[in-house]
């Protein structure tokens, strides 16, 4: 079998050509704590996170998983008076990184707008990194977090009978599991789970894995070392827990109805397209696009782009369709 790759569009193919030199596809597990401390991690800390004035911003430790640390959520709510006092919608943010890069302010540019546009209250969560964290500490570690979210709603501005689970990458596989974990613990019940070219499947042995080696931002190699950073000697074994990886989960059924995105040209086309497709067999709701051309986070390394344009209004009607505004 032959795997010749989708082209990438245009635009986004000319945005891939300019950051080449900084960005490799193929991280590998010794090469982590460069890149943690490189520049792309470190600009983080210099985002204006209140969007000119509009959010107020705090970072806030709350109690973490039983006996381990506390951890750090971001909390920015818009600084006007809630509309009628019923509290705001929440959007519960997870990081990406391929588990082991990023913090709670990686990639929280997205939520933010969204967030602007829908009136919303946005929580970021820190959660411990792979590989000195394993499983389960980065999934536990994101469930305490909703948990405070959600019974501390009211506190912070927000709706705990409004809120939405999302995030990107790594952030999206983890609110897939979360989205298993608190439905089979009977926890906080999100009314969606907002999923952007998430991390599912540990096996890494998609068609799309093998396309699209060596290429993007985030192949196959690097698939390798975020997944076995997460799980070691278990990954792509027959043991791999739903809560780890949620390609693994056998039963789709009872889930919020979720959004998922990718691009035609990344490593996770195939298994992103195949989760959804779980989630309809299951009797569940899904809206998938597959974003003809796009690479792996494309809209947020190339946000002028068409595409990345026309993908991030896609999530804001689905947020603004669920949310009933």
Known sequence: MTHVPPPFDPELGAALELIKDVISPGLTLDEIDAVR?????????ELDLTLDGFFKVEDRSVPGPA???????????????????????????????????????????????WARELDAVVVSVEYRLAPEHPYPAPIEDVYAGLVWTAEHAGEIGGDAERIVIAGAS??????????????DRKGPRPIGQLLMCPMLDDRNDSPSTYQMAGLGVWDRTANETGWTALLGERRGGPDVPAYAAAAR????????PAFLDVGSAETFRDEVV???SRIWQ?????????????????DGF???AALSQTARAAQVTWLRRLLGN
């Open 282 to 298: 299951a009797g569940g709701a899904a809206e998938l696009h597959v974003w003809p051309g796009g690479f792996h986070g494309f």
């Open 67 to 113: 006996g381990a640390p506390e951890i750090s959520l971001l909390i920015a709510r818009p600084v006007t008076p809630e509309p009628g006092g019923t509290g705001r919608p929440v959007i519960y943010h997870v990081h990406g990184g391929g588990m082991v890069l990023g913090n709670n302010r990686l990639g929280v540019d997205g939520p933010l707008a």
């Open 249 to 256: 989960a056998e039963d789709l059924s009872g889930l919020p």
């Open 302 to 304: 190339a946000p002028q």
């Open 37 to 45: 401390q490189g520049p792309a991690i470190q600009m983080l800390a």
């Open 274 to 276: 195949a989760y959804a």
């Open 170 to 183: 790594a952030g999206g596989g983890l609110s897939a599991s979360l989205a298993l974990l608190t439905r």
